[in-house]
């Protein structure tokens, strides 16, 4: 708990919690404060609101404005012994004061708002009102207030300011030292109580937060299968759901960037093989030329010629293959889709490869009907699938075997089979037949070799179509290669 470092969000937030609990420890002093001495004069008040009335019932004998000094004093007396905090005034009808038990030096205002005296004098219920003060007209007082009668008729008001200067500097100076108790003794320990619930609060809710710093310092350390245990549900249950799928996401990227890289170097090892072959026969041969041009006869020389440009037509289809196939991983190739005879299409490619399959000894068929419908897709792109398809059939296929091209429509596509009587593929291969850089020998049994850039064209060609390239053997052994496309419905 306390190995992090100041600046950890436990530190922060629990510096944050303390300054709030100061914060409002002074807002309740003050409130407290307010409070008490507001409770303090209500309660005064309530007490006291008596008082002008027993005075007025003392002087309700005598007229206000003919009131014998010596009788004012003796009922001044007799009040402020029993109630010493308290200050007498004889008010008209008007609020003007007429007499007072205070020295005429003391007093700064004549004037009374008679406004909160009849509030009260009209209410029986308990109240809480101030008034002016003659001796301090700036601070509101409470008061007790009662009318004076004569005759039945209102003559004047009794109106007792019930917190005198006395009283209230001794109650002040009370009620500080009391908030001040309160301040030094109870509030610390309150504080105290509260910022340790606090703080375990607050360790218990960013235990959730050091689960996701520790899961990605792990993560950053190069644990990729770090992922973070959030049992609780909120904001940070769906953070460890984002990371922990990130994480997932990143490790599957990582894993495929590393497969990439393995691929990268067997296709360097493949292709320096493939290349290295040809370019030594090429070279081989081409020194043979000039180094016995006149001991070889003219039948031995074109022998060798031929056999140059042989392994040179090798070396340029590997070429064009690895340059068509970094363009297709570039995504610089765009399928130009429309419709296109795919029966025309078909018997090109079977008039082009009877020739080639002659050579072998290869019989070409097809099964291909003359009616079939057009389909869509790139007519360029389709033709070079299936010259790679026909170019990986008459390799694999030996001496005397067939090759039959086959196309046929179904509810709504075009099915095209390219099937041969080779060797077939062992069944554990079939599953990596179209895996790039595998060598012909691992996938097709036994044949030429090469690193099998062909098969990886096609199926990135029929991707660009939204379709896929399969394989299975054929009941002759051999393999069959089958896709399909769309076919093209005129709209009416």
Known sequence: MFKSLPNSLFWKISALLLGILLILSFIFILILGKTAFQFSEEADQHLNKEVATHIAAEISAFPIDSIDQNQLEHIFHSAMILHPAIEIYFLDTAGQVLNYSAPDSLIKKKQIDLIPVKEILNSN???????????????????????????????????????????????????????????????????????????????????????????????????????????????????????????????????????????????????????????????????????????????????????????????????????????????????????????????????????????????????????????????????????????????????????????FSTKDKIMVKVADTGHGIPQDKLNVIFERYKKGTETSGEGSGGIGLGLDIVKKILELHQSKIAVTNGPEKGAVFSFELPQYTARI
């Open 125 to 407: 219920d308990t109240y809480y009102k101030k008034s002016t003060d003659p001796r301090h007209p700036d601070q509101a007082k409470i008061f007790s207030a009662a009318p004076i009668n004569k005759n039945g008729k209102l003559s004047g008001y009794v109106y007792v300011v019930l917190t005198g200067q006395k009283y209230a500097e001794a109650r002040n100076e009370i009620l500080d030292r009391y908030i001040f108790n309160i301040a030094s003794n109870t509030l610390p320990i309150l504080i105290i109580i509260a910022l340790a619930i606090g703080l375990l609060a607050i360790y218990a809710l960013t235990n959730s937060h050091r689960k996701v710093i520790s899961a990605v310092k792990r993560f950053q350390n190069g644990d990729f299968n770090g992922r973070i245990d959030i049992k609780s549900n909120g904001e940070m249950k769906d953070l460890a759901q984002t990371f922990n799928e990130m994480a997932a996401e990143i490790q599957k990227n990582i894993k495929a960037i590393q497969s990439m890289e393995q691929s990268r170097r067997e296709l360097v090892a493949n292709v320096s093989h493939d290349l290295k072959t040809p370019i030594a026969t090429i070279k081989g041969f081409a020194e043979t030329l000039v180094l016995k041009k006149h001991e070889l006869n003219s039948e031995q020389q074109q022998k060798y010629i031929h056999t140059i440009l042989k392994n040179t037509s090798q070396l340029k289809t590997l070429v064009d293959q690895l340059f068509q196939l970094s363009k297709l991983e570039a995504n610089e190739v765009e399928a130009i889709i429309e419709p296109f005879s795919m029966s025309e299409l078909l018997q090109d490619n079977l008039l082009k490869y009877k020739m080639i399959s002659k050579e072998k000894d290869i019989v070409m068929q097809s099964k291909v009907p003359t009616d079939l419908p057009m389909a869509i897709g790139d007519v360029g792109l389709i033709d070079r699938a299936l010259q790679n398809l026909l170019d990986n059939a008459i390799k694999f296929t030996p001496e005397g075997g067939r090759i039959h091209l086959e196309a």
